[in-house]
Structures are given as structure tokens and as C-alpha cells.
């Protein structure tokens, strides 16, 4: 069922759909979602639901969520709060629920929580008897505006961030926009990271948008962030439309990636947030793209402005040796047959990737950043 099936729902939320055919599926954002069977109901098609969440988004959310779910056979998997277990061990844990519980292939998975817990509740559902259902209910800004959507799943291994995972599509991402009253501000600040990617990338007009409202963002004003969200969730759901497995367009929303999952890799996992490291990455790029000559020096300043307005690093740590960078950055999924693709600015709302820039550009940023901080901008 698409997001035609919600037209009855209640309540003033703002829907839209990811349109992939037979698997298509509805974004629903707003307040007072979580706790309504109505938003649920549509998308569970057996008896059987287990909630994965974990040990912080659990006690906020999980007696609303399990109260919408009366009627079905609802299990719980608690699982430790932390990128540093997003990993293969932690994982485990939703498998042994699911078999100790005799958990069939009706089952449907319900991800509450951050990008953590959707990413790997959606890796188990792909998993799980070669694939069950899974609902998204994303908790925090992040994976309201980029995680939850577009069916990316999978875990960290030690030597490469999200290196092991499928792509598995949701049956419905369900974003009540009440649970980010509970974020922490840093947290808040690594979604807006992710939002500014979407204007960065392919909207100029949202990137000013942004500029514009800034501080009622910052001030969690309700009708900025559910403007912000979906036309967020608009910008990832036409790109996913577009290219679901990565073929070409999708890799654009990596803007700030490879530097960032280099960041979250050489830092170890949790030190930076994803959102802090896809910033500085961001801003890395911008500097890199400038170097090219491909992006003017006054659109790195205005990226490096936003990104510092909401409170988010826009330098890398000068922990990482140029050396250190190269073999991190060597470990990303857009190197093919072992040339590096980078997504790069041609201006603000104009992103490209490609394995076609010159090497020394690169180097140069690596060196300036690995001694010291980023000076152009
Ligand atoms: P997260 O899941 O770690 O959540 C951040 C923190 O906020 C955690 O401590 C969490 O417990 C807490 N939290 C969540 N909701 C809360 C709430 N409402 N109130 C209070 N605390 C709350 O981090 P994230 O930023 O949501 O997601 C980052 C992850 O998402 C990374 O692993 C990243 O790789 C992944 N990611 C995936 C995709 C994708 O397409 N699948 C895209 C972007 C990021
Ligand atoms: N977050 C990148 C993607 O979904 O493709």
C-alpha cells in the first residue's frame, strides 16, 4: 500500500511517497504519530512485530509504540546504545530474539530509534528467513531526513564503516516530529548536517531556505523542522526514485562521506558523531572542489558559515596523517577497480561524482589538513 493508504489517517502530517513501483512506500512526518495504531496498521501485514530499539529510545518511546501495536504478537529487542555497536555481534542479538521467539516469515521488524537502530534492525529484516518486512520509526533528525529512507542497511566492521549490509526497503518510515524534542542539541545539530547535504547536492533554493531560518531550527520551531524534514525526505525520495541501487545519481548524497567516514573509522566509532564527521567532510569537499577551481571561494565560506551556524565542526581533526587518510578514504565503497571517486561541488545545489580530479589537489588538502586546519574560506 502506498501513502494513499493514510488519507484516512488522523492528525495534520505531511506525507509523501518513495516511489519504486510494488515497493513503494509512504514518509509520514509530523507530531503525534507514534503513539497511533492508524500509522502502523496499513504496513504489518502478519500477527507477529518485534520492536528493536535501544537501551536510550526505549524508555521514551517504547510504551506508546507497543500500545499502538495491541492486537499483535509484539516481542522487544533492547540493544545498546552506540555506533561502536553497530557491528555483527550486536546484530546477533536481534536473530537470537527473532529464532527464540519462533519468529516466522509474516514476522514484521519495527526500527525505533537513530540511524543505529535502523540500519541494523533493516539489516536483519533483510536477513531474516532471506528477508521479512520492516517499519522505520525514526527518533532522531538524522535518520528522520536521510537514514530511514531509501532502504541502505547494514553495520560497521572494524575496518570499514557500513561494509557489510544489503539494501532492503521499508514498508513505511513513520517520523514524528515530537520525539526530537528529546535530542540532545548535538544531536540535533548532526541531522541538520545531513539536511544541508540535500542543498548542497541538487537545491539551492532549500540551502537558502536555510540560511533564512537557521535560528528557528535551532529553536526546534515545529513548523521549520517539518518544512525542513520533508523537503529533505522530497530531495532523498526523487534521488532513490531515480537510482535505488547506487548506479549512478545516489552516490551524490555521499557528499562529505568518504572524508567523513574516514573521520568516524580513524577516530574509532562514536568519538565523532556521523553527522560532525559528514560536516567537517562537507566542508572538505567544498575546499577540495575550490582547489579544482570547479567551486568559488565565496561558496566554501557560505558552506562553512551554515554548517558552524548550526553548531558543527568545519575542520577535520588533525589527528589523521596524510597517509592515514589515504589508506582510511581506500576503504570506501565509490572506489572502483581502485581509483577513488569523490562527490565534488560545481556550485551550491550542483554535486558530481567522480574519479576525475587531480590527485595532487587531493594531497595538498590531505597535507594542510593533517598539520593543521583548513585555511580557504
Ligand atoms: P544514533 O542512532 O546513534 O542516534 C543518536 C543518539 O540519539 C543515540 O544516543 C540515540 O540513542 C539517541 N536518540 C535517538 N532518538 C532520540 C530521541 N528522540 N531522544 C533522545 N535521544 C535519542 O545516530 P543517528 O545520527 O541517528 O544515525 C547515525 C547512523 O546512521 C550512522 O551509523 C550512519 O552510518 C547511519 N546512516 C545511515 C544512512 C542510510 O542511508 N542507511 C544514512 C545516514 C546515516
Ligand atoms: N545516505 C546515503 C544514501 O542513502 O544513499
Redo the contacts with the bound molecule.
Keep these: 500500500m502506498g501513502a494513499k493508504g493514510l488519507a484516512a489517517a488522523p492528525g495534520d502530517a505531511r506525507w509523501l511517497d518513495v516511489d519504486l513501483g510494488a515497493r513503494s512506500y509512504p514518509i509520514v512526518i509530523g507530531p503525534r504519530l507514534i503513539g497511533d495504531p492508524a500509522y502502523y496498521r496499513p504496513y504489518i501485514r502478519g500477527r507477529q512485530v518485534l520492536v528493536v530499539s ?1 537501551d ?2 526505549a524508555p ?1 518511546y517504547l510504551d506508546a509504540v507497543e500500545a499502538a501495536l495491541a492486537g499483535f504478537d509484539c516481542h522487544r529487542v533492547i540493544l545498546p ?3 561502536q555497536y ?1 557491528d555483527l555481534g550486536t546484530l546477533n542479538r536481534i536473530f537470537d530474539t527473532l529464532l527464540t521467539a519462533r519468529m516466522g516469515r509474516d514476522v514484521t521488524l519495527l526500527a525505533l ?5 535502523g ?1 541494523m534492525a533493516g539489516f536483519a529484516a533483510a536477513c531474516y528467513q532471506r528477508g521479512v518486512d520492516f517499519i522505520q520509526v525514526p ?2 533528525l ?2 528522520q531526513v ?2 530511514s529512507v ?1 532502504g ?2 547494514g553495520v560497521n566492521h572494524p575496518l570499514g ?2 561494509m557489510i549490509g544489503a539494501f532492503h526497503q521499508p514498508r513505511a518510515v513513520i517520523a514524528d516530529t515530537d ?2 524534542n ?3 542539541d548535538r ?1 540535533l545539530a ?2 541538520l548536517a ?1 539536511v544541508v547535504k540535500y542543498g548542497l547536492i541538487r537545491d539551492a533554493g532549500f540551502f537558502d531556505w536555510l540560511e533564512v531560518h537557521r535560528e528557528r531550527l535551532l529553536a526546534r520551531d515545529a513548523g521549520a523542522l517539518a518544512e525542513a524534514i520533508e523537503r529533505s525526505c522530497r530531495n532523498k525520495a526523487e534521488v532513490v526514485a531515480a537510482d535505488e541501487r547506487e548506479a549512478g545519481q545516489r552516490a551524490l548524497l555521499n557528499l562529505g562521506h568518504t572524508f567523513g567516514h574516514a573521520i568516524e573509522a580513524g577516530m574509532g566509532y562514536g568519538a565523532w ?3 560532525e564527521a559528514v560536516a567537517a567532510g562537507m566542508v572538505m569537499a567544498a575546499e577540495l572542489s575550490a582547489r579544482l577551481g570547479w567551486l568559488d571561494i565565496a561558496d566554501v565560506a557560505r558552506t562553512r558559515r551554515l554548517l558552524a551556524g548550526f553548531g558543527l565542526p568545519v575542520d577535520p581533526p588533525t589527528d589523521l596523517s596524510e597517509a592515514r587518510w589515504l589508506e582510511l578514504m581506500a576503504v570506501d565503497k565509490k572506489v572502483q577497480a581502485g581509483r577513488l571517486r569523490l562527490v565534488l561541488l560545481r556550485g551550491i545545489g550542483a554535486a558530481e561524482v567522480t574519479a576525475d580530479f587531480d590527485p595532487a589537489a587531493l594531497r595538498g588538502l590531505l597535507e594542510a589538513v593533517s598539520g593543521a586546519a583548513v585555511t580557504a574560506g
Excluded at 113 to 117: A, D, F, K, N, T
Aim: aromatic share 0%.
Design positions: 535501544n536510550t529510545v521514551l546504545d552506540g555506533e553497530k530509534g537513530g540511524g543505529v537502530v540500519d527518533t532522531t538524522l535518520a536521510d537514514s531509501g541502505k542497511t564503516k557500513n520525539t526530537l528529546t535530542l540532545p544531536e548532526a541531522g545531513e558523531l556521523h553527522g
